[in-house]
């Protein structure tokens, strides 16, 4: 008896002990670690979720939108709290549309509270997601970007990153206009982790509304012509660019690339108007002719004897048509686009001078066009000219420039001898952009003699001749450029170009159109005056550009 009494005793004493031991471990969790524990708790039952802001808009100068946002979500699981896997996954998996084995596989994910199932569910997909009621299936409120014209203007309005940053073009050059403020969203869960309080701390603040210069309609006409063009000629790619001159606003903007460049169609991330460096050829002539003119070193009546070849330093120039010696005025060296009048023209403004035009037009640095990743094409200074460079120089050989360098000059001379730069933004959250300042750089009267004389392009024996628009008097330039191909010049490879204006005496329209090494034919005035002309048709009655 006494052995069983003393059994009872330890047994109690150890009781009392354990007892002991819990309260101080309850008085010591509900004091000391009270704060702790509650914050942790707090932590699981209290979240604070980003609600992103809806990007702003992007619109063509009617407010056609390009580009907007839609409310998407996220759909996430915690597999600690999926009760039934292989019920879920069943239920789940269409409205994901995902196979129900690779959701059961997610939904059954060892060791984690957190799996990402879908990113970015519209929002009727998602709602009835919600719907379901799974324990352990969560919705994390996104916005996803969609672009109602595919790839219409693709490289003007651009990308968003995943993350929903601005990646490229208009998205990323105005990303914080576009990008809004996010609000913060307060959700308080349940032991199952079902929502049972939603609160908003702070509201979000939706982006800005960006309207661009560009016009949808003549855009689709330019990318169809252009895509024509690919057809025709399989060039490696093509860019067209239309401006309204006396204000710089970009009009359309489209690009082309070949299937075998690595970006079919207009896809790809570099736009071509602004970074494709190539020799202008015969379009550059103007620049030369506007600089001899401004200086008072010739009249459009200036007459020149043009010899059937021309000896420069160390090399021979010839023009693209072989013959005889013939005298040429000014006017009609542009015409006929004539090599050696344009260097005899450029003998008479010397390397100095016509280094100082060829600036002066803006070559050789960037237009400051509102697009991001402008390139500045490559020009030589004077001091840095070899013995032949006014050999080549004054007809477009030996120097690099862009498609939007060449539109703006061509602008300036449209634009009576000032130059601006384009700009393809109209107004940011319904505020104006300020027009970009211009320069005068040649005379209003130099600018009407040089359109005057390149009228003479589309006018009979002119280069261009078969690109005329019955009842429109137009100005224009032929480009036909051989590529320099690991330091010398190709005999397969050109770039084809045409850049003119509308009406002549008062431009309302510039477009340039540049082909870059187009197949079975290879002349500016063949491949790109033709493209120009199409979409000078078009567009002349769709602005309402009466006939002369």
Do not use: C
């Not at 929002?123 to 379901?132: C, D, F, L, T, V």
């Not at 576009?178 to 908003?200: E, F, H, K, N």
């Not at 970074?275 to 200036?302: C, M, R």
């Amino acid at each position: 008896m006494a052995l069983i009494d003393k059994r009872i005793g330890i047994l109690f004493i150890a009781f009392v002990s354990l007892l002991g031991i819990a309260l101080a471990r309850a008085a010591y969790l509900g004091s000391v670690r009270a704060g702790a524990l509650g914050r942790a708790a707090a932590t699981q039952q209290v979240s604070n979720v980003i609600v992103p802001a809806p990007r702003g808009p992007i619109t063509d100068r009617t407010g056609a939108e390009l580009a907007r946002s839609q409310s998407a979500d996220d759909v996430v699981a915690d597999p600690y709290l999926i009760k039934n896997a292989v019920s879920a996954s069943a239920e789940l998996a269409p409205a994901l549309g995902m196979p129900q084995l690779k959701v059961l596989r997610l939904l059954s994910t060892p060791h984690t509270g957190f799996v990402s199932l879908v990113h970015l569910v519209p929002s009727a997909r998602a709602a009835a997601i919600a719907n379901m009621h799974i324990a352990g299936i969560n919705l994390i409120p996104q916005m996803r970007r969609v672009y109602p014209g595919g790839a219409e203007a693709a490289q003007v309005v651009g990308l968003v990153h995943g993350d929903g940053d601005g990646a490229s073009g208009v998205e990323y050059r105005y990303d914080s206009a576009l990008r809004g403020t996010d609000g913060l969203r307060r959700i308080v869960s349940d032991a199952i982790g079902q929502p049972i309080s939603i609160d908003d701390l702070r509201p979000t603040a939706p982006g800005k509304t960006v309207a661009l210069t560009i016009d949808s309609s003549l855009q689709q006409e330019v990318e169809r012509v252009l895509a024509q063009v690919g057809r025709t000629y399989s060039p490696a790619s093509a860019t067209a660019i239309a401006v309204d001159p006396g204000t710089g606003a970009i009009l359309a903007l489209a690009n082309w690339r070949s299937a075998t460049s690595g970006n079919s169609s207009t896809a790809g991330p570099e736009d071509l108007a602004i970074g494709l460096n190539y020799e202008p050829g015969s379009t550059f002539k103007a620049i030369t002719v506007a600089g001899a003119l401004q200086d008072g070193l010739v009249t459009p009546n200036t007459q020149f004897d043009i010899p059937p070849v021309l000896q420069f330093a160390d090399r021979q120039i010839h023009d693209a048509e072989s013959h005889g010696y013939e005298m040429l005025n000014v006017a009609n060296i542009l015409k006929v686009s004539s090599n050696i009048g344009a260097d005899l023209i450029g003998m008479k403004l010397g390397a100095k001078r016509f280094d100082y035009w060829v600036h002066r037009f803006g070559f050789g640095q960037a237009t400051g066009v509102d697009l991001p990743g402008e390139q500045r094409g490559i020009v030589q200074r004077w001091w840095n000219y070899s013995g032949s460079s006014m050999g080549n120089l004054p007809f477009g050989q030996g120097e690099s420039v862009t498609p939007m360098q060449m539109i703006a000059a061509y602008s300036a001379i449209a634009n009576d001898g000032v130059l601006r730069a384009p700009h393809i933004v109209q107004s940011v959250g319904g505020k104006s952009a300020p027009l970009p300042g211009g320069r005068r750089i040649i005379s209003p009267t130099t600018a009407t003699e040089l359109r005057d004389m390149l009228r003479g392009v589309f006018a009979d024996g002119g280069t261009a001749s078969g690109a005329e628009i019955p009842g429109y008097d137009m100005a224009g330039k032929t480009g036909t450029a051989n590529i320099a191909i690991n330091g010398h010049y190709s005999d397969s490879a050109y770039v084809a170009s045409f850049i003119g204006m509308v009406p002549t005496d008062h431009p309302r329209l510039v477009v340039a159109v540049v082909v870059n090494q187009p197949q079975g034919s290879i002349f500016g005035g063949s491949v790109a005056a033709p493209a120009f002309q199409q979409i000078v048709g078009w567009a002349v009655p769709y602005f309402g550009i009466p006939p002369r």
